[in-house]
């Protein structure tokens, strides 16, 4: 049996991720790196492969931007870091999802990865290959 659930974000959230649409071009890519709960994306997606496929993209086009999702600031933190005003990203964002302002926080980011070109996606993971279903593009995934 095939089980087809159809989900649309609240007004609150719609407002949300336009404000943060305003901040894409036509080359923004999606990163979507899982780091504090799935054993899987930490041991199969390490940041390096994250980093390599993002400098690549960087140059190919020196225009290209990336929307961030991550449940680890450190991970985010590094990639402002490494890649400035390249980085695009949720500013109060609430990382751990086990409060209703986390949930929201997970839905932006699931709408915003789905309306990038492409996601450099975590193994494993679910909400990686939910965005890029959700948007139908394309879900790279950063295996070693």
């Known amino acids: 049996m095939i089980i087809s659930i159809v989900f649309f974000p609240t007004a609150e959230i719609t407002s949300t991720i336009n404000s943060y649409l305003k901040h ?10 899982r780091r504090t709960d799935n054993v899987y994306a930490i041991k199969n997606s390490p940041s390096e492969l994250f980093y390599k ?30 890649y400035g005003e390249k980085i695009i990203y949720q500013t109060e964002c609430v990382r751990s999802r086990v409060t209703s302002d986390g949930i929201k926080s997970a839905m932006i980011d699931l709408f915003l990865l789905s309306k990038t070109q492409k996601i450099l996606g975590s193994d494993w993971s679910a909400f990686s290959a939910t965005a890029a279903k959700l948007g139908r593009i394309e879900l790279i995934k950063m295996l070693k």
């Open 24 to 33: 894409f071009s036509d080359s923004t890519i999606g990163v979507h790196i």
């Open 53 to 82: 496929n993002i400098e690549k993209e960087i140059k190919e086009n020196d225009d290209v931007k990336f929307y961030v999702a991550t449940d680890s600031e450190r991970e985010l933190k590094e990639l402002i870091k490494r």
